[in-house]
């Protein structure tokens, strides 16, 4: 295989030969090319990118790099995927809150990439979780309870798994076609009817500008479309954490909070929106509002947490432990030795809150990685007591950091700026930017 070759097309800009290309994607899924060579073409397409048609097919060669779930009749089959942001724990409320709506989950989704903690990660600090599911047990667990969520395998798209964790510690990242090939590839294989996807924009997200975040919108959607998926995109504000909780087990806690009907108002907000978009995709006829009704119901009458816990016990974790977990998470969760809380200084309102120097001193502490071989440390990470534009009094707790060793002058002095406050009032953020269809 001529690997230079590749490249080379890609460094001129010119169109990469789709039958080398197929050759260096189905390499990559079954080890003969190496993790070198890979890292290579990642980084040229990555600096200088690639065309529409060349993303398309690498897309379709990662698909069909691995198996492909198939489904009969039947409730829809639907997913959603964010391209990952501070805090981002969508994903763990809205498989079970669709599943109670009468729709079938079968969620596939990632490790930590770059600086925030993936939506496996989250899981697996829950004791006896398990992840990882072949296409088979997938297909046994959303007929049995309607949603499953499992790390991505060797059977699914496996080319892009390699890829995927290829891409976390090369900073290779923030590419669209990277990121479009890998986001849509793992989704079609799912056998979708309907997508959402969530695009983060920000300090905090891997598109900081919104141009950025719809210019990958607008790529996502139509490459999607193009393989038959009823698909929108919706651009959403990363200027500050989401909700009230970041880090692995922390994330838990929150996530079942909100399906106990409390919680963080701007996480349940975000679920309603997302889980909303997706019903009425899927029934004609069906407003927003209605749909997003639904939602919120399921939330509030603990049928999202049942299934939630069902699909719990589905994945390994022992009823006893599920029970528990869904009761009184914080008894069930690993907790960290420290915990370290910032007062405010000054009365006033809060400004601002660096969701991205908030992920960095967490990731430093073991919340994510910098190799493919590191181990999470799920108990570490924040909880923010306020957000942007909460009036505050001199003294009053901002944020509390979990964390087990002890902290530096530095990062002493990193957490005590990581919340902005000022005298004048500030408008809350409004985490909805526009909507790609």
């Known amino acids: 295989m001529n690997i230079n070759h590749l490249i080379d097309s890609v460094v001129n800009g010119v169109g990469q030969d789709h039958a080398l290309l197929n050759e260096f994607v189905l390499g990559v899924a079954s080890g003969e090319v190496s993790v070198d060579d890979a890292t290579a073409w990642l980084k040229a397409v990555h600096k200088h990118g690639c065309s529409v048609e060349d993303t398309v097919q690498l897309t379709k060669t990662m698909i069909n790099s691995g198996s492909h779930l198939s489904w ?28 109670a709506c009468g729709l079938r989950v079968p969620m596939l989704a990632g490790r930590g990439l770059g600086h925030t903690g993936g939506t496996i990660d989250k899981l697996e600090s829950i004791p006896g979780f398990n992840c ?15 949603c499953c969520i499992a790390v991505q395998n060797d059977a699914i ?22 990121i479009t090939a890998s986001i849509v590839s793992k989704k079609a294989a799912e056998g979708l009817q309907a997508l959402v996807l969530d695009v983060k924009c920000g300090n905090a997200a891997f598109m900081k500008t919104q141009e950025q975040a719809e210019e990958l919108a607008r790529s996502m959607v139509k490459t999607a479309q193009g393989l038959g998926i009823k698909t929108i995109a919706q651009i959403t504000s990363m200027e500050q954490p989401i909700g009230s909780h970041v880090g692995n087990a922390l994330e838990i806690i929150e996530s079942i909070k909100v399906m106990q009907g409390k919680g963080s108002v701007d996480t349940r907000n975000l679920v309603v929106l997302q889980g909303g978009a997706l019903l009425s995709m899927t029934e004609d006829g069906l407003s927003s509002e209605d749909a997003e009704r639904r939602i919120a119901r399921v939330l509030d009458s603990g049928d999202a947490l049942e299934k939630f816990r069902l699909m719990c016990i589905q994945q390994g974790v022992s009823p006893d432990v599920a029970a528990l977990l869904v ?9 960290a030795a420290h915990q370290t809380t910032v007062l405010s200084r000054q009365q006033g309102h809060i400004a601002n ?53 002890e902290l530096t002058d530095e990062e002493h002095s990193t957490l005590q700026n990581l919340i902005e406050t000022v005298k004048v009032s500030v408008a809350s953020v409004e985490r909805l930017m526009a909507i790609v269809d």
């Open 327 to 335: 009761k009184d998470p914080q008894s069930v969760l690993p907790k």
């Open 72 to 99: 009969g009749e039947g409730a829809p089959v639907v997913d959603k995927h964010s391209t990952g942001g501070v805090g981002d724990k969508m994903s763990l409320m809205l498989a079970p809150a669709l599943a």
């Open 157 to 178: 798209a496996p080319a892009d798994g390699v890829l995927y964790a290829i891409r976390d510690v090369t900073d290779t990242v923030d590419s669209v076609p990277l």
């Open 132 to 146: 990882k599911l072949n296409p088979e047990a997938m297909k046994n667990a959303v007929e049995n309870i309607g």
């Open 353 to 405: 809150i660096d969701s991205m120097a908030a992920a960095l001193l967490a990731k430093q502490h073991g919340a994510g990685r910098y190799a493919l071989d590191d181990v999470v440390v799920p108990e570490i990470g924040f909880v923010f007591h306020v957000s942007k534009g909460t009036s505050i009094d001199e003294n009053q707790p901002l944020l509390t950091f979990h964390h087990n060793r």
